[in-house]
């Protein structure tokens, strides 16, 4: 029999042949039931002789791919039946070895429908402008440069910009079921589909080299693979078939050809051969539904047997896009003042982080103005004019800071112990301050590393071309086992080989320096959201969303896959012999023999189907979940970008004068109270309920719960300190205990916000939505007072009891 999914002719043949045997079957029995023995006979024999004839031909083509010719146990059992007169015993074999067909064709078929899908969905037409006339030309034919546009409905045919903004459903690439909405300037990838108002599109690649192209060659790769798990089934075969052909000659031996034929009937190991393969096919879909493409069964193996992990940092296990994390003032200006010139300079500007510095001033409701004359000097930086302001962003000679100030000295040491890059901003002919920007730590990377550990990976190394101080914090953070720095591509090759030599290795990577390593190790896991096309051709497998805990879920669903492959054998294999051994003594003839093994046939597929489906461990968000987790998303980027304020009021209290500090402190306490108090308490009354739904357990958010108590507390002792304080003057105790105060909140603040993404908010993005609302307690859009962020109660001392 054929261990890999069946071609078209080969599901049709087994359609046929079951079609022809079952009539054969009827018609002989409807014969013998009707006096005609003898033609009711004949016809049960041409039916043996097709089922024998189909045996043989199964067994030489197996031989002929090299792999065991385990079907000469069914020839055998047919001729036996034949020879000794079991003439309708011979007609069930061949009904049970056509319907086993058949079986097969129609698991690996549904296993195979969602990889199919991804093909079948290639985008093949577009709407070009051609001198101002839109046309519709072949997706072959579109080129760079070109302006598309892309209809309702319809799939965007190749990789571009987006020239307006859009609604995109992307689940065909990620396995997301909500679609996103991108802006103007973000990247689109083909093969995702318009679920918003007609945009147009800038093209950046042509459609042979366009994302989804190459997930169509991936999942082309996938479909042909073989799995060696089916060669391991091969191996138990061996064995099997040995002891079958004893026990039918010990049979044979003890009670005439008859009682070994029986003995035949019931080994025959369809078991065997059928449920490995429709096990690990069943993991190759699940896992194409997630957005994760595994070339072939043979990598999904040997992914579950992977014990150590080796992981790049930039790109990996960081976003690889730089992100603003602290505005240093110089204290000319506000923060925010900084961030929203700096900005609008930075719309006009091509350099890398201008991207960076122009998303943090939206994401902060800057009001961004277009800059006029501006003149941008490679390897300095670049000034214009904006509201008035003469602006000027870069280096910090460029913008003219002199020695080492204060603020410049914080912002240089934060950025060198952090690996953060610095841009200073001068406004008017003075330094204004610095921006601050790194490549934050992907949300979903601890709990990936947790996941990866609880599924039986237990060493983890972090291999990186990046600094070692840098490097350092960011393995301690996510609890690595080993941080390897400052590594060349031939220094991951090195170490990739070294630790095969000591384990199966799995290496995940994004870039082009980490594809010698990728194809070397046992393993190799490409992040090919962003296009990293030489890592994913060496890789073995790519996760074509931009999503680190796809990695988890990919070896989840190995380690079970193989699992069940594993049952599905031995459980088949068991109940075989244990026919076999009845047959041996009699108590099992053939005709019963072969309905029976037919049942183990249908047990067996049934059990390895499980691959198909997920675990029902696994936790989700419905609808209303997800919509609640994104608001308190949401807003965790408003807040977490205001924290910067409670730590520029601290620092700067040491410099100001006594009423300077009692001011800005009450500034920071009503932003306290209007923003991060409503939110805090909002989240244990709304959200907390829906995560202890989902989550199960004994009060699994109590910890959290905790915090918003410590938050709340000490938002209402800022708050009594300054009532305390009053209109006098504060003395240095004061100040000092203000400045604890903002200190210590500044620290919970985003400690806490951090945690609550990582843990709670992730799980909205990383496992899709899940239908969860039979629970009649959990009402997310009716029946509570708290309000969203800003608005509501403003006062942080009335509190529910679930504060």
């Known amino acids: 029999m054929q261990s890999n999914p069946p071609s078209w002719l080969g599901r049709h043949v087994a359609v046929i042949l079951l079609d022809v045997t079952g009539a054969c079957l009827v018609f002989g029995g409807a014969l013998n039931l009707a006096g005609a023995a003898t033609a009711g006979n004949a016809v049960w024999v041409v039916s043996g002789a097709i089922g024998a004839a189909y045996s043989l031909w199964t067994m030489v083509d197996s031989l002929r791919r090299g792999r065991v010719g385990v079907d000469l146990i069914a020839l055998l059992a047919l001729v036996g039946a034949l020879a000794v007169g079991e003439y309708l015993a011979a007609a069930v074999i061949s009904v049970m070895m056509a319907s086993g067909r058949a079986l097969e064709a129609w698991a690996a078929g549904r296993a195979n429908r969602d990889l ?103 999942v082309a790769e996938a479909e042909s693979s073989q799995a ?133 001033a939206q994401e902060r409701s800057c009001d961004l103005q277009l800059p006029e004359l501006v003149e941008e000097i490679a390897g300095a930086g670049i000034r214009g004019v904006v509201g008035g302001h003469d602006v000027v962003l870069g280096k910090a000679s460029w913008v003219g800071v002199e020695g080492s100030p204060a603020w410049a000295k914080t912002a240089r040491r934060r950025a060198r112990l952090d690996g ?61 086992d080993e941080v390897l720095a400052e590594r060349s591509p031939a220094d991951k090759l090195d170490v990739a080989n070294a630790e095969r030599l000591l384990a199966p290795t799995m290496m995940v990577g994004d870039g082009i320096n980490d594809a010698p390593a990728l194809a070397l190790a046992d393993v190799g896991v490409a992040m090919a959201a962003q296009g990293a096309s030489a890592s994913s051709e060496a890789a073995d497998i790519v996760l074509t969303a931009d999503r680190l805990d796809r990695l988890g879920e990919a070896r989840s669903v190995a380690v079970r896959s193989r699992r069940i492959a594993l049952e599905s054998v031995v459980v088949g294999m068991a109940m075989s012999l244990v026919a076999m051994g009845f047959a041996a003594i009699g108590l099992l003839p053939a005709v019963w023999g072969a309905l029976l093994q037919e049942g183990i046939d249908v047990i067996v597929i049934l059990n390895a189907l499980r691959a198909l489906r997920p675990p029902q461990a696994e936790m989700g968000f ?65 959200l907390y309920p829906v995560l202890e739904h989902v989550l199960g357990g004994r009060e699994p958010t109590a910890p959290m719960s905790r915090a918003h108590i410590e938050i709340l507390h000490q938002i209402r002792r800022l708050g009594a300190l300054l009532d305390e304080i009053g209109d006098e003057e504060p003395d240095v105790e004061d100040i000092d205990e203000i400045r604890r105060l903002l200190y210590g909140l500044h620290a919970i603040l985003r400690l806490h916000t951090l945690q609550e993404e990582e843990s709670y908010l992730s799980f909205e993005d990383s496992l899709g939505a899940t239908v969860r609302s039979d629970d009649p307690s959990v009402d997310l859009a009716h029946g509570s007072s708290a309000e969203p962020l800003g608005v509501g109660n403003r006062d942080p001392n009335v509190s529910s009891n679930n504060p």
Request: hydrophobic share 45%; aromatic share 4%; net charge negative.
């Open 116 to 218: 199919r899908r991804l093909l079948e969905r290639a985008p093949t037409t577009a709407h070009r402008y051609e001198r101002g006339v839109l046309r519709t030309v072949g997706a072959d034919s579109v080129v760079p440069g070109d302006r598309l546009m892309v209809q309702s409905g319809e799939l965007v045919p190749t990789d571009g910009l987006l020239l307006t903004s859009a609604v995109l459903d992307e689940s065909a690439l990620t396995g997301e079921a909500l679609p996103v909405t991108r802006e103007s300037g973000e990247p689109a990838r083909s093969g995702v589909l318009n679920a918003g108002s007609p945009f147009d599109l800038r093209v950046t690649a042509c459609a042979s080299e366009s994302a989804y192209a190459g997930v169509v060659r991936l």
């Open 622 to 686: 419905d609808e209303d979940e997800s919509a609640l987790a994104r608001r308190f998303r949401s807003e965790h980027l408003v807040i977490r970008a205001d924290l910067d304020r409670l730590l520029a009021a601290a620092n700067a209290m040491g410099t100001m004068q006594p009423g300077e500090v009692i001011t800005h402190a009450r500034e920071v306490d009503q932003f306290l109270i209007e923003e991060v108090a409503p939110h805090e308490q909002a989240e244990q009354e709304l």
């Open 228 to 360: 060696p798990f089916v060669r391991l089934a091969d191996r138990y075969a061996i064995w099997f078939l040995v002891l079958s052909l004893v026990v039918a000659a010990g049979a044979w031996i003890a009670a005439g050809p008859a009682r070994a034929v029986a003995v035949l009937v019931v080994a025959t190991p369809c078991p065997l051969i059928l449920a490995a393969p429709v096990a690990l096919v069943g993991g190759l879909s699940h896992a194409a539904r997630r957005g994760v493409v595994i070339k072939g069964g043979a990598v999904l193996e040997r992914l579950a047997q992977c014990t150590t992990l080796l992981i790049d940092k930039t790109g990996t296990l960081t976003t690889g896009h730089p992100s603003l994390t602290t505005i240093v003032p110089s204290g000319t200006l506000a923060p925010d003042d900084v961030l929203r010139l700096a900005g609008s300079l930075d719309q006009v500007s091509p350099h890398v982080l201008a991207h960076s510095v122009v998303r943090a």
């Open 420 to 480: 953060s890059l610095t841009v200073f901003v001068g406004v008017d002919n003075q330094p204004a301050g610095v921006l601050v920007l790194d490549d934050p730590l992907r949300r979903d990377a601890p709990r990936t590393i947790r996941s990866l550990r609880r599924s039986g990976i237990d060493r983890i190394v972090m291999v990186t071309g990046d600094r070692p101080e840098v490097a350092d914090a960011i393995g301690a953070v996510i609890g690595v």
